[in-house]
């Protein structure tokens, strides 16, 4: 306990001191974005977990949240997190935990600063919770990879210079041996990246065709055949990138619900209904301090099946209280101001100021990052210990395994 607490100590002075350079060299009020975001990864204040020179500081991610508040209260911003959501809090841990130190080298600072926006192209038409099903092919030609087929549900992919790519390199081993990781460049010949319509009116998604596709194998991230792995590593970061954000009390979905109830005329305020937004406020704020509390427990290096929990029960909540705030706008909440013109966002609507846009958007958030029922799957297996699922295809060839 003791030691733990000299760690503790230790770890928060060497953060603060950070920050206080940091702040003190590079006014963030005064410092353009990208030069303060250059900076700040260079002090190890991009993601403090992560080993010194790869913009960390290896300290627990808890350290984090200071940062950033501090940060914001000197007038800076942190809204690169939100901007390259899926770099920063999925791309960067993986080239961390895999890649070679040329990617690491290559690809961590200009994804903070902003410069380079990522995007993920996992899910395929006929693979999302199976993803390990997935069909793109990646063929050795010489020192380079041609791939060929389609990836889905991509994210940002429209405004992405670069793709974490998960491809089918063995199709004679069981599926999950036969996949590999790459880095590719959305500007590569062959690459068509096609809008996808969502329910809001936009499009934040995409899906995207590769013909041909020359992918040089100093962009493979870990070994052939490892696919499996590194795309887990980014999967459990998604899951704390979409579930783990700690807002302040009472911000968020919660905030438009009590702002709806605040507009609401004194006559129509249905006892029942306060009930109910009060039951919400005090589920939305438990799940916030179970967030922070499973954030002071981190260590460092890659989330594990935790992250789960976070993702299942912010879906579950989001939905319900974004319904919520539809039902006490009454008429109102029937109508989407603004209209559904056609747009192409450069940051994904999870967290909107429309209540109208919130609640449309909010469907998704028991799809994306895996469904809440495979959430289920993995708590149940992972951390309760109960029995897997049956798995029949598991040991059969990917080739042998029949697909529609
Ligand atoms: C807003 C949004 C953004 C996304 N962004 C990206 C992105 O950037 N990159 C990317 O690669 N993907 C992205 N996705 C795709 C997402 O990861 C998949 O949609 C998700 O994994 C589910 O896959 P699926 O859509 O193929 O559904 P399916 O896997 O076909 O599932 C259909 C239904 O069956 C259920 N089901 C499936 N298997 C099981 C099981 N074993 N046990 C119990 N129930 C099961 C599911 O829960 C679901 O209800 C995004 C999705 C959304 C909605």
Known sequence: MASDTTATTDQRARVEESIDALLTAFPPARTPEPEFWGAQFDHGL???????????????????????????????????????????????GTIVAHGTEEQQQRFLRPMFTLEEIWCQMFSEPGAGSDLAALATSAKLDGDHWIVNGQKVWTTLGHLAKWGMLVTRTDPDVPKHAGLTYFIVDMESDGVDVRPLYQITGEAEFNEVYFTDVAIPDDLRVGDVGQGWTVAMTTLMNERVAIGGNVQPRGAGAIAQAVEAWERTDAPDRDPAKRDQLLRYWVEAEAMRLTTLRAKEAAKQGTPGPEGSTAKLQWADLNKAITSFTMDLLGPEGMTYPGGYAFT????????????????????????????????KNILGERVLGLPGEPRVDKNLPWREVPRS
């Open 344 to 375: 192409r966002p450069d940051v994904t609507s999870n967290r909107t100021p429309s209540p109208h846009k919130a609640f449309l958007r909010s469907r998704a958030n028991s799809i994306e990052g895996g469904t809440s029922e495979v959430m």
């Open 46 to 92: 991009a993601w403090v977990q992560h080993p010194e020179g790869l913009g960390g500081l290896d300290v627990s991610p808890r350290w984090q949240a200071e940062v950033d508040r501090r940060i914001v209260e000197a007038g800076g911003s942190t809204r690169n997190r939100t901007q390259n959501v899926l770099g920063i809090g999925m791309g960067a």
